[in-house]
């Protein structure tokens, strides 16, 4: 059989066609995993070297006001991916004693905030997961509170 007369088109073709595609998709998935995993390293890394800056201070309190103000009893100031914990959130979901020891980097700089300059101002705090992809937990968000009366 001459070149001019070979099938144009053959079932093994096809299949190495349909692997050199799926190849292909396996490849760029992986390189996606493995970028996603990157970035969240590099934004866990971040949020555990964030400062509480006095203009942080400054803007978490603006914030409280605005909320109070708008007849809100509560004011999320923080989230971040359970991942972030190094229980993977276990002691927030399960609202567990000690919960506030497992709060990383920035989240435990402005649990002490509230600690030393809004919990003697008669503000709440709590943590809680927010959200649950495929069941689990996913973020977690930090919330400053208030009384609706004073009293």
């Not at 705090?125 to 208030?146: E, H």
């Amino acid at each position: 059989m001459s070149d001019d007369e070979k099938p144009a088109l053959t079932v093994h073709g096809l299949f190495v066609e349909r692997q050199q595609i799926e190849a292909g998709k396996l490849a760029a998935e992986q390189a996606a995993t493995r970028h996603a995993a990157e970035e969240l390293a590099r934004q866990r890394k971040a949020f555990e070297a964030r400062p509480l800056t006095a203009a942080d201070r400054r803007e978490i309190q603006d914030h409280i006001r605005a909320a109070f103000d708008a007849g809100e009893k509560s004011l999320q100031v923080v989230t971040f991916p359970s991942g972030f914990c190094p229980d993977e959130g276990r002691h927030i979901n399960h609202a567990l004693p000690g919960w506030e020891d497992e709060l990383p980097g920035y989240a435990r700089r402005v649990y002490e905030f509230w600690d030393e300059a809004l919990r003697p101002g008669g503000f709440g705090f709590n943590a809680r997961v927010i959200s649950y992809p495929n069941g689990m937990p996913g973020d977690i968000g930090l919330f400053i509170t208030w009384p609706e009366a004073d009293g």
